[in-house]
């Protein structure tokens, strides 16, 4: 066996194990058995199981069908095969006594016809409805039993092409001290990129540009802060070092530390549930896993807190009233009960949904929609500014938005990114069971009560100390300097135990280094006062918040100075996160990543890894050395 194909099979098994040894198209060995899976229209089916069963040992082999509905078997035994291909909502197709030789490829095409519509949803489309209620039907008619049915015809199920979006990034770039002394960016906890990438790298991809956030990968994970004192929510912590990838500039790391809350000071919940179950959910990386998330949930849930669900497809309906989370088995029957299945009126379902939360709203609660999506919308309100809008009028009355993505193909992030910032949200991505475990478990607290809002941060660089500055990620939440006093702008959100990291790539003053630049003003003169080249202090964090419900926001301070402590010496915090923005800065092919590699990330990180309890930082480096080993194969 060469060398070549040694590696590509030990790349293969880090990821999916020996069951899918065969399935990679990257794989350099001889392909024995490849192929495509549609739907009955053409439509792509990516996701969908294809086993490979030898007649004659019995022998299973099994693999998944890609993004573009692709699938591939390396190196079968010669023989003859059963070929199974089935996917949930779909008939499963078999093929039987297909000859595999030893030197030919034998390519299948599959067409897989979806089942009936399910019937097992129990609402009224709101168009159809008439006043009155049934059994947590909204406008319901009484009746024994009611289904929804599609109100559009069922698109298909998936796009015949990857219509995934994301907004485009355009990177900070360096600006000088002197004549932009100031930045100001709001606080950014979403952690939808990370898991987003890693889905994309665990598919034997790397990730689209825009696709990665930087900032989203570095607040993925929690850092070891001071807790906060009595007079604040949260604390300010500090620190600079060498910048990793460039020994000519300095690396300064912020981090913000919420302050926690145990159980018995949790305020009772009034929950919405807004759950996706158009045809384009119909994949088990959409509905299927968005359903065993929200059990997670149900289960975390305390007696006093009440939960809603409210779901949309061709139209939009109420299939579980406000119910008592002690009552866990009837949410949880109700989560079990949905189905797929119409287009997806995404506009009308957040408008019932908001409407729910207000009927029930809870004074001094935390009163909540979880949107659970891939941001597919295509009826009723669509444009994602008319859903901004509507999301920033409803914000006012105090029911915040949180965001959850799934799936991919048709996945919509900007969207989905948008709709949770001007909601007062968060913004998860859920690609598997551990994450929504992470989120809707490990994470609750955060995910769900907010101790502090309209999070701001301004940073007052000492053009003495420092020539030029770059902000690392947060490009979509960037600020004009005039905002950061203003009260009426929208900042972010921070949750309770949530940290909060951003780092700034400096040029130190007195660098040859060239940087973009203005030209000479007319009418004045811009210069240094002698007391910022007597001042010890690099720069100034100022930070403005205002409590949940509070509508003025209040002023910290905290100056930061230059220690002069060296790389090695820099706290695990420091390294990890800088691991951590670095692999982002190579993902993106970024004009900054100076010196990064994979390999020096990885000594990074391995540095940071610290005690690392639950493993979020060690599924990292692996991921890191996923793909500096598709690098190699792939140059």
């Known amino acids: 066996m060469s060398k070549k194909t040694i590696i590509g099979i030990l790349i293969l098994g880090l990821f999916f194990g020996a069951a899918l040894l065969s399935g990679m198209s990257w794989a350099t060995g001889h392909v024995s058995l490849k192929g495509i899976v549609t739907d009955s229209q053409g439509s792509v089916l990516p ?44 008939k499963t197709v078999l093929r039987k006594n297909i000859r595999i030789g030893e030197a030919k490829t034998v390519t299948l095409e599959f067409k897989l016809k979806m089942l009936g519509s399910l019937e097992d949803i129990t609402l009224v489309a709101l168009e ?55 930045s100001t960016f709001s606080i950014d906890v979403d952690t939808a990129s990370y898991s987003n990438i890693r889905r994309f790298i665990k598919n034997n991809q790397f990730p689209l540009k825009d696709a990665v956030r930087i900032e989203e990968m570095i607040n993925y994970f929690s850092y070891d802060y001071l807790l906060p004192k009595k007079k604040h929510p949260f604390s300010i912590n500090t620190e600079i070092s060498a910048c990793p990838w460039n020994q000519e500039h300095h690396l300064v790391h912020i981090g913000l530390q919420g302050k926690k809350l145990e159980t018995k000071q949790l305020p009772p919940s009034n929950l919405v549930f807004l759950l996706d179950v158009s045809g384009s959910m119909q994949s088990p990386n959409k509905l299927p896993l968005l359903q065993t998330a929200f059990k997670l949930l149900v289960r975390e849930l305390g ?21 008592s989370a002690r009552q866990k088995d009837k949410i949880i029957e109700a989560i079990d009960k949905l189905r797929a299945g119409g287009s997806t009126a995404g506009g009308a379902g957040i408008k019932l949904a908001y409407k729910v939360a207000e009927d029930n709203f809870i004074e001094n609660g935390n009163n909540r929609i979880i949107l659970a999506t891939d941001g597919d919308f295509n009826i009723g309100i669509s444009s994602t500014s008319a859903l901004v809008r509507f999301v920033e009028e409803k914000r006012k009355k105090g029911i915040f938005l949180t965001t959850l993505g799934f799936g991919m193909g ?35 607290r955060g995910t769900l009560f907010t101790i502090a809002k309209d999070v701001k941060i301004q940073i007052e660089f000492n053009p003495a100390k420092v020539k030029a500055f770059r902000l690392i990620g947060y490009e979509n939440r960037m600020l004009k300097k005039e905002d950061f006093a203003d009260d009426t702008k929208d900042a972010g959100e921070l949750g309770a135990g949530h940290t909060v990291t951003a780092l700034y790539e400096i040029i130190p003053y007195g660098s040859k280094e060239e940087i973009p630049g203005i030209d000479k003003l007319k009418y004045q003169e811009t210069s240094i006062s002698p007391q910022a080249f007597k001042s010890k202090e690099l720069m100034t964090v100022k930070l403005r918040y205002k409590e949940p419900d509070g509508e003025k926001s209040k002023l910290i301070e905290h100056p930061l100075v230059d220690k002069h402590v060296k790389l090695d010496a820099a706290s695990e915090n420091f390294k ?44 990292f480096i692996k991921l890191v050395e996923m793909c500096s080993l598709l690098k190699d194969i792939n140059k």
């Open 576 to 619: 990890f996160s800088a691991a951590v923005a670095a692999f982002g800065m190579l993902l993106r092919d970024s004009d900054f990543k100076g010196d990064s590699t994979f390999e020096s990330v990885l000594k990074l990180a391995r540095e940071g890894k610290g005690k690392d309890f639950r493993g979020y930082r060690a599924e």
């Open 410 to 444: 048709n996945y919509k992030d900007g969207r989905m990114e948008q709709l949770a910032d001007k909601g007062n949200g968060n913004y998860y991505y859920i690609d598997n069971l551990l994450e929504a475990k992470k989120v809707f478990i490990d994470d609750m």
């Open 303 to 323: 007696e006093n807190d009440r939960v809603s669900i409210a779901v949309y497809a061709g139209a939009a309906g109420l299939v579980l009233p406000s119910t």
């Open 47 to 90: 996701g969908v199981k294809i086993i490979a069963t030898n007649t004659a040992t019995n022998v299973q082999y099994d693999t998944l069908s890609d993004s573009k509905g692709r699938f591939f078997f390396q190196e079968l035994p010669v023989g003859f095969y059963d070929i199974k291909v089935g996917m949930a909502g779909f």
């Open 128 to 182: 159809e409805a008439k006043t009155g209620v049934l059994g947590g039907v909204v406008g319901g008619v009484r009746k024994k039993q009611a289904y929804w049915r599609p109100v559009a015809p069922y698109p298909s199920a998936y796009p015949q092409h990857n219509t995934e979006e994301y907004d485009r990034i355009y990177e900070n770039r360096y600006l000088d001290a002197l004549n932009n002394p100031l």
